[in-house]
């Protein structure tokens, strides 16, 4: 499945780019793709556009206060707090694996990783095969997640997610 998320965002770079599935499906069948892989990346792609269009911040034109509603009556979804903490449950903890949910820290503490897609990225890694969830597919996923928001990562977190860390030596 993975291979054919990675030829999806190398070919279709731009999300607005990328034709609707069953086009996809005969295009990715005529690139060789297997019929079982390129159905499970489908699958993964819709729940992935899903969610990304599910989690669309609406933040109101003037704060509670200033119009006299109360907090508790504004509808909109309000981000998340600064001081909040992320909980991982622990079906999360074991698919995801200590490796993977260090690098989703990592990402979020740089701040190149908003709540709003963590939990995409937290969601769709749920939905990818793997116990636990490697983290080259967990890069994978975290590329698919600014892809699907139309947003190309900065140089810098790009450098991180399409290095291949087997190699590097520290120093």
Known sequence: MFEVLVYVYENYWQGDACPELHRLSRKLTAAGFDA??????????DGLNVAAQGTQ??????????????????SAIQ???????????????DHLGAQSL?????????GVLPPHMREIVIDRAMAAPGDPVTLDDLKIIVLMVYW??????DALVLDELCDDTEFRLAH
Not at 148 to 153: H, L, Q, W
């Open 36 to 45: 079982e892989e390129i159905q499970a990346a489908l699958v993964w792609l």
């Open 57 to 74: 911040i609406s933040l109101p034109a003037k704060t509670p206060q200033s119009s006299g509603e109360s907090p508790a009556s504004s």
């Open 102 to 110: 260090g690098f989703v820290s990592f990402l979020e503490s740089s």
């Open 148 to 153: 699907s928001f139309g947003e190309e990562p």
């Open 79 to 93: 981000p998340q707090s600064a001081a909040s903490l992320r909980v991982y449950s622990v079906a999360e903890q």
